[in-house]
Antibody
Framework: QVQLQESGPGLVKPAQTLSLTCSVS??????????WSWIRQPPGKVLEWLGY???????YYNVSLQSRLTMSMDKSQNQFSLRLTSVTAADTAVYYC??????????WGQGILVTVSS | EIVLTQSPGTLSLSPGETAILSCRAS???????FAWYQHKPGQPPRLLVF???KRATGVPDRFSGSGSGTDFTLTISRLEPEDFALYYC?????????FGQGTKVEV
């Protein structure tokens, strides 16, 4: 079955760039039916959708973060990625990658805790 | 941005009882674009209900969703030990997705 797995550094210094990758196994991300999102949850706070990529078309971002956010797909590696620049402590969160078909997220990665600290 | 407010924050129940979880939206939400998730510690959220009342694959029929407009409900009948968890509601308003703050169902 399709599985998603996040990877990347667990610690990022303030003002630096947070980079994460989601590896997809058991299915292709080059599939018109699905969209691939990043979602995060700061400690004790609400889940926040960050943006998505799709096999056809440009990435789409949460307007509150779009000035710092870049998402991309690597179809040859069956992966998609997130870059968040100029991070602060407020970006400390568990970051999830997730698949959606329509308006709900039917498959999630395990999540990765990223801490922003010097 | 549509804000989702869930109530109660915590629901203390026993196995076999019925849990009724509420989610209120700050603006009207299309039934097509409303969902519920179950979240357990150390695991990713699990989709339970989408399109307000459709159960996701493998979800037992003791989970049922209902509602419309700004008020939505998740009912869990005959609580099983594995149902004690955190539950989130979620909506999509054609520009972005937002989630509620969660209801914890505890023993």
């Amino acid at each position: 079955q399709v599985q998603l797995q996040e990877s990347g550094p667990g610690l990022v210094k303030p003002a630096q760039t947070l980079s994460l990758t989601c590896s997809v196994s058991g299915g292709s991300i080059n599939n018109d039916s699905y969209y691939w999102s990043w979602i995060r949850q700061p400690p004790g706070k609400v889940l926040e959708w960050l943006g998505y990529v799709h096999a056809r078309g440009n990435p789409y971002y949460n307007v509150s973060l779009q000035s710092r956010l870049t998402m991309s797909m690597d179809k040859s590696q069956n992966q998609f990625s997130l870059r968040l620049t100029s991070v602060t402590a407020a970006d400390t969160a568990v970051y999830y990658c997730a698949r959606h078909l329509g308006a709900s997220f039917d498959l999630w990665g395990q999540g990765i805790l990223v801490t922003v600290s010097s | 941005e549509i804000v989702l407010t869930q109530s109660p924050g915590t629901l203390s129940l026993s196995p076999g009882e019925t849990a009724i979880l509420s989610c209120r939206a700050s603006q009207r939400v299309s039934n097509k674009y409303f969902a519920w998730y179950q979240h357990k510690p150390g695991q990713p959220p699990r989709l339970l209900v989408f399109g307000t009342l459709k159960r996701a694959t493998g979800v037992p029929d003791r989970f049922s969703g209902s509602g419309s407009g700004t008020d939505f409900t998740l009912t869990i009948s005959r609580l099983e030990p594995e149902d004690f968890a955190l539950y989130y509601c979620q909506q999509f308003d054609s520009t972005s997705w937002t989630f509620g703050q969660g209801t914890k169902v505890e023993v």
